[in-house]
């Protein structure tokens, strides 16, 4: 017989009410029977005991039996109730809502926190004038000796031209494994190996829009120019040709960290005349004190000396003694601002490793050498070759230490090739021929040509080996090259 929800309902309400009822009176019953005695009954029983009489006792047994009777019906009653009720008891109508009683929804929105960011910002800033400056500054030269605090300071800035400015940042830092770890880059992509420095150098130069310009610092700035017939001297004096004629067209913003005052240590013999006198005229220049820790050693003083754009460089009246903040550091800018950080989505500096850049000419002629249907002019092409690559050949002080940290394991490979198996093949003057290595080398490494095209041009690109006609020999010994485990070959 199917009974209805309310049917069911009905009989289990009646079987929990009869339950109940059975459950009290049984309970009484059981409890109340048999009665308790006094003392005088108690005697009295046992006198008509000694005399062997019959007792008749004043409890009803039957009484306490048909309580222990009822609690047992109650307990199926409850069991039967379990067995009518649903399976799923019914749903509770959703109760109307007042909007005006709920709270609303605690969304984190993006654009409110770098609202907030920015007005606190703007708070630390608003009693430094001089920093407001350096922000907004095209060409800015940092000068300081190693430990007082230049690296720190220029990557606030950055920091500060990011979230205010909206400028991209890239951070160019032969040191920057050892300023990561120590926490000092905030924000920015990070280029350290000399190939990845040079390859940043289109892209910071490149024309940028107002909405979106570019920041770009250039720690050990001085150290660039040291040889000034290197890659790096003239790459260094094409950064400050483009701080003195196309960051406000372009849109780019310099940062130089130099660690004195003196030509040698901004740039040296690889600016091209009046580019010194020009670039520190126009720049921004923030002067950091320091003081000495007892083993001689540079540290932050917390003083400076600051001079605007368009005033001499060695025109002391042009400068003023400032002191710069507690918050101009990375550690007190990320304890400021951990929570907003996070909410942002901002990381630390990321390390952007760049595809190195070669010649293109030398990459052309390398690809004509390497075709099989011009072989039989190959060594005509590499004549053409070693033409075209030699202006980049002619570097003879290189550091043949920190030119081979930067190649690739491929190259590294190549060169112990050279000094190990190929020194059979080799001719009178250290030569060997490209085929020998493309056949001996490349192939059995399963190197295709394109790769081994590379691998050619980045020797070459390096200053550590040199090619003439169809033959290539390296500027390096043995020795130069790293411990076979570092490189993860055999």
């Known amino acids: ?55 008749r006792l004043a409890g009803q047994k039957t009484a306490a039996v048909l309580g ?8 199926g009653c409850l069991a039967l109730a379990g067995i009518v009720a649903e399976s799923t008891p019914s749903r509770i109508l959703p109760k109307q809502l007042d909007p005006a009683d709920t709270p609303p929804e605690q969304i984190i929105d993006r654009n409110q926190t770098l609202t907030a960011l920015r007005h606190r910002l703007v708070e630390l800033l608003q009693d430094h004038p001089w920093l407001m400056q350096t922000i907004a500054a095209e060409s800015l ?20 031209r990011s979230i205010l400015r909206n400028h991209s940042v890239h951070l160019l830092d ?6 990561v770890e120590r ?23 490149a024309r940028h829009s107002r909405s979106n310009p570019c920041t770009a610092v250039l720690d050990e700035f001085g150290s660039l120019g040291a040889d000034k017939n290197s890659r790096t001297a003239k790459f260094a004096s094409d950064i400050v040709g483009s701080a003195i004629r196309d960051n406000r067209k372009f849109h780019n913003h310099f940062v130089f960290l130099c660690h004195g005052r003196s030509k040698g240590q901004m740039g040296g013999e690889a600016m091209p005349s009046g580019y010194l006198d020009s670039w520190t005229h126009k720049s921004m220049v923030l002067e950091l004190e320091s003081d000495y820790s007892m083993w001689g050693e540079a540290e932050f003083a917390g003083r400076a000396r600051f001079k605007p754009a368009g005033k001499a460089f060695d025109d002391d009246s042009a400068y003023t003694s400032i002191q710069i903040p507690d918050f101009l550091n990375p550690i007190a800018i990320r304890r400021e601002f951990h929570q907003l950080f996070a909410v942002l989505g901002l990381t630390q500096a ?7 850049q070669y010649n293109p000419t030398v990459m052309k002629l390398i690809d004509e050498a390497l075709s099989e249907e011009h072989l039989s002019g190959v060594k005509t092409l590499l004549d053409r070759l070693y033409q075209a690559s030699a202006e980049e050949t002619q570097c003879t002080s290189i550091d043949p230490a920190q030119a081979v940290s930067s190649l690739s394991n491929s190259a590294v490979q190549m060169f112990r090739y050279y000094f190990d198996k190929g020194q059979k093949y080799i001719d009178s003057d250290g030569w060997l021929e490209v085929k020998i290595l493309r056949e001996n080398w490349a192939k059995h490494k399963g190197i295709l040509a394109e790769q081994f095209k590379e691998i050619l041009a980045e020797t070459i690109s390096t200053e550590l080996a040199l090619m003439q006609e169809n033959r290539w020999k390296p500027r390096i010994a043995k020795t130069d ?8 070959v055999e």
């Not at 289990?12 to 009869?18: E, F, K, N, P």
């Not at 222990?68 to 307990?75: D, G, K, L, R, S």
């Not at 990321?350 to 190195?356: I, L, M």
């Not at 090259?481 to 993860?488: A, F, I, K, R």
């Open 1 to 55: 017989m199917y009974l209805s929800k309310g049917q069911k309902r009905t009989i289990q309400a009646g079987l929990m009410g009869l339950s109940a009822v059975l459950l009290i009176q049984g309970g009484w019953k059981a409890i109340a029977n048999p009665q308790t005695y006094s003392a005088s009954d108690l005697q009295a029983i046992h006198e008509q005991g000694i005399e062997g009489k019959a007792v």
């Open 68 to 75: 222990i009777v009822q609690m047992t019906f109650a307990a």
């Open 141 to 160: 030269i940092i000068i300081a000796p190693a430990g007082a605090g230049k690296s720190s300071i220029a990557s606030v800035i950055a920091f500060l």
């Open 174 to 179: 032969p040191h920057a494994a050892i300023n």
């Open 183 to 205: 926490g000092i880059w905030l924000i920015g992509d990070i280029y350290q190996s000399e190939q990845e420095i040079l390859g940043a150098g289109e892209e910071i130069t």
């Open 350 to 356: 990321q390390h952007q490793e760049q595809k190195p």
């Open 481 to 488: 090259l790293p411990p076979e485990d570092s490189t993860g």
